[in-house]
């Protein structure tokens, strides 16, 4: 197309950008906004394929105007089906996949798992021959039920047999896990999900974010009636092109300046300013530095409301009732929004208990990320959304969170779950989290009377609190479940073993049980909360 046609609002064309290797790249972008500034037009782009947090403005000399695709006849708004405005690099492109946890089983007669292509019937296959050992720690076998757990077997049908780990012996030919295709777990966008019924609605609005999940709005943006639970799960249909556009330019909070990644809901006079000052204490936002000072006057907190449940050094939890401090929630759940995408934003955040970690120096108790989570869940989710904020990401904070929400569920008695889907960074960091706990339990099993220790799933899933479903979908990401001799095994190699070993090592922040005071509340006998 000619150089001086007049690009709109859903056109799709390279832009030049620079990737990581800091390297010039061309990939194909969709022109979500123009704005014209003393004659001069802006772009604000959407690069396809890639996450929104790289969105845009650019100027018109990076856009390569020979290759323009018009605007498509689809709307321009993001839906669940992959049209022109969805995000595949994000987790939530494959909404339709569910998720199977149950495990493979070999038939009771002892024949053969059936594969993809299976000749015709014939007399039964020999067995397989044993392979030259690999170097292996430790081995671990267990059996699986034929049946759900959840199903009882016929009258006079054996019982399943019980679910369990046996060490073996390092010399034992483990062959290679031809006769398994466990259905993985964490599909290629980096999310795990299960089929859900839809639910017809919900007792009250929520002003928290979620976790990065898919939001409930009805598409003009107008909110549905309220959900049947306080879950943050949103719908990417009630997207538009404003929610779709980062709105704040940069935000000050204490001594850091950030830059959103995503949209937030702020007033719209705040959107125009080039910086944005929040109160780090009480993150309540002003329009300008002075405004900043002269409420710092005026504020008399030096850490977040609520109770401190945990110190250790200068690290700190505390714990903020959604209903007492709805001021502060409301705060947080915006600021959050800055750096969560897939979210929905409501203003009751009364459903809802806020976590929030702070580094405490001589000014006082410093914000560094925070999870938040349903005071009732009938899921057994225990974190709704989790964020650490950008300057104290990648040193660790991130699985310190989440360490402490398993701790309050050790405590609460129960097994607890993120809700799903995970975003990107959240998998990661979950992934690493459940890979390294379930290692550190297998690993510390030790023989007692010359017998091999034995260990069940729902023993490891009790000692971590960690949900029996992501005990077994980590053991599938990590590739260590085989089928061998009428049995499951799982098999740590030496790389497993000296790759756990290494990032243990890395791992400086833990959390103290003995550090913790946390009486948890039992919310549903408990008419107001």
């Known amino acids: 197309m000619a150089e001086g046609m007049d690009v709109s609002e859903g056109c799709r064309l390279p832009v030049l950008r620079r990737n990581q290797d800091n390297e010039d790249e061309w990939p194909l972008a969709e022109i979500l906004s123009v704005k014209d500034i003393s004659g001069r037009k802006l772009f604000y782009v959407h690069y396809i394929d890639f996450n929104k947090r790289l969105d845009e403005w650019v100027t018109q000399e990076r856009l390569d105007l020979k290759r323009v695709q018009g605007p498509r006849k689809e709307a321009k708004t993001p839906t ?7 995000r595949p690099g994000s987790p939530d492109r494959d909404t339709r996949k569910s998720l199977e946890l149950a495990l493979p089983v070999a038939p009771a007669s002892g024949k053969s798992l059936p594969g993809p292509a299976v000749p015709a019937p014939g007399p039964p296959l020999p067995p397989v021959p044993p392979v030259p050992p690999v170097p292996v720690q430790i081995t671990l076998r267990f ?8 199903e009882p077997p ?16 390092p010399a034992t030919p483990v062959p290679a896990a031809t006769e398994t295709s466990p259905a993985s777990v964490f599909p290629q966008n980096g999310s795990t999900r299960r089929a859900v019924a839809a639910q ?4 009250r609005k929520s002003t928290c974010l979620g976790t990065d999940e898919d939001s409930q709005d009805s598409s003009d943006g107008a909110p549905q009636a309220p959900r049947m ?6 719908d990417r249909s009630h997207d538009d092109i404003v929610t779709r556009m980062k709105n704040i330019e940069c935000i000050e909070l204490g001594r850091h300046r950030l830059k959103p990644w995503y949209f937030s809901p702020y007033p719209q006079e705040l959107t125009a300013l080039p910086v944005l000052y929040l109160c780090e204490f009480c993150l309540k936002y002003g329009h300008s530095l002075r405004c900043l000072q002269r409420h710092l006057t005026k504020c008399d907190l030096r850490h977040p409301p609520g109770n401190e449940i945990y110190r250790k050094g200068t690290i700190s939890f505390f714990e903020i009732d959604g209903r007492k401090n709805k001021s502060y929630s409301q705060n947080l759940c915006l600021l959050a929004k800055c750096f969560l995408d897939h979210k929905t934003l409501y203003y009751d955040t009364d459903p809802f208990l806020f976590y929030v970690m702070t580094e405490y120096d001589c000014k006082g108790f410093h914000i560094v990320g925070y999870f938040s989570k349903e005071k009732e869940s009938t899921e057994d989710y225990n974190v709704a959304c989790i964020l650490t904020l950008p300057p104290y990401q990648r040193r660790g904070y991130g699985k310190l969170l989440i360490e402490f929400s398993y701790e309050l569920s050790k405590v609460e008695g129960k097994t607890g779950t993120p809700e799903k889907p995970l975003s990107d960074l959240g998998l990661l960091s979950y992934r690493s989290y459940w890979s390294q706990t379930i290692l550190e339990i297998l690993m510390g099993l030790k023989a007692e009377g010359g017998e091999r220790p034995q260990i069940t799933i729902n023993e490891i899933s009790e000692i971590t609190s960690i949900k029996k479903e992501d005990v077994i979908s980590t053991l599938q990401y990590l590739n260590l479940i085989n089928y061998y001799k009428g049995q499951y095994i799982l098999t740590l190699s030496e790389d ?3 790759g756990h070993e290494r990032a243990m090592l890395k791992r400086v922040l833990r959390i103290d049980a003995k550090c913790l005071h946390f009486t948890p509340k039992d919310w549903s006998k408990r008419g107001k909360w």
Do not use: C, D, F, M
């Open 229 to 234: 639970t306080g879950s943050l799960v949103s």
């Open 200 to 203: 017809p609605g919900r007792k």
């Open 80 to 86: 669940k089906n992959g049209l022109p405005g969805s």
């Open 143 to 150: 059996h699986l039920p034929k049946e759900s757990e959840a």
């Open 154 to 169: 016929p009258p006079g049908a054996q019982r399943p047999t019980k679910r369990k780990l046996e060490v073996v012996s």
């Open 496 to 498: 497993i073993v000296e």
